[in-house]
């Protein structure tokens, strides 16, 4: 539905989820396999621990989900650099339903649920192309999003981007996307409050490959300024 702005920007009151319970897995490289478990069935991820900082990221990709995000893996990127010490926590989230509007902005709220109940204060989310609308509601929603950073974005479900004040707004797309055009990006630009900021990558298509390096170094100096401890002590 990239293009739309109608029929997602209320969602219904009777939709809830509860987490139920979470297990998790060690992987190899040190980052943990979690399953969480809700009233509206399992939503996995991998999760990677920042020990003692109050700051967690979480991940979302687009309309097909997945853990890796834009850019030639992104997620796991940036989810590893910052989870040094003075960085903070980060969740990469597979969504239940991929490509279902409604049923996502619950997994991204079940995953700021599941992080502030370990100990996170602070939870930013980033989002891809669908994803990037989703954590834009997901943020609108939940009063524990410190920020929201969302990469190439559709339109469809942005309508209340307002709502989103006071919490930071990373708007980031590339020139030469010919999925979802840069104009996306302005539009919510446009209607969004401050704090805002709109980047956008000349020659860069909708997968920002062509801008990984800068991208990558944006993002993590964005989520350390809107979500770590220094900023917010």
Not at 97 to 112: A, T
Request: with cysteine.
């Amino acid at each position: 539905m990239p293009g739309s702005t109608n029929g997602a920007d209320d969602l219904s009151g009777e939709l809830e989820l509860s987490i139920l319970g979470v297990a998790g897995k060690e992987r190899p490289d040190g980052a943990v396999d979690i399953s969480i478990n809700s009233t509206r069935g399992e939503i996995t991820g991998i999760l990677h621990t920042c020990e003692g900082e109050p700051g967690a990221v979480i991940y979302v990709g687009g309309a097909l989900g997945g853990l890796d995000g834009p850019a030639g893996g992104l997620y796991p990127k940036l989810a590893h650099e910052l989870s040094a010490p003075g960085g903070m926590t980060g969740l990469r989230l597979h969504y239940r339903k991929p490509g279902e509007f409604e049923e996502c902005v619950l997994d991204v709220l079940g995953g700021v649920s599941f992080l502030r109940g370990v100990g996170a204060r602070r939870v930013g989310l980033v989002g891809h192309s669908f994803g990037a609308a989703v954590v834009i509601k997901a943020g609108e929603l939940s009063d524990a999003v410190a920020g929201v950073a969302a990469l190439s974005p559709q339109l469809y479900g942005t309508r209340t981007v307002e709502r989103l004040a006071p919490r930071p707004l990373l708007l980031v797309h590339g020139t030469a996307d010919q999925i979802l055009d840069a104009e996306a990006s302005r539009d919510i630009y446009a209607r969004a409050k401050e704090p805002k900021r709109l980047e956008l990558y000349d020659g860069a298509g909708h997968g920002l490959g062509a801008c990984a390096d800068e991208l990558f170094e944006l993002a993590k100096s964005w989520l350390l300024e809107t979500i770590s401890k220094e900023r917010n002590a």
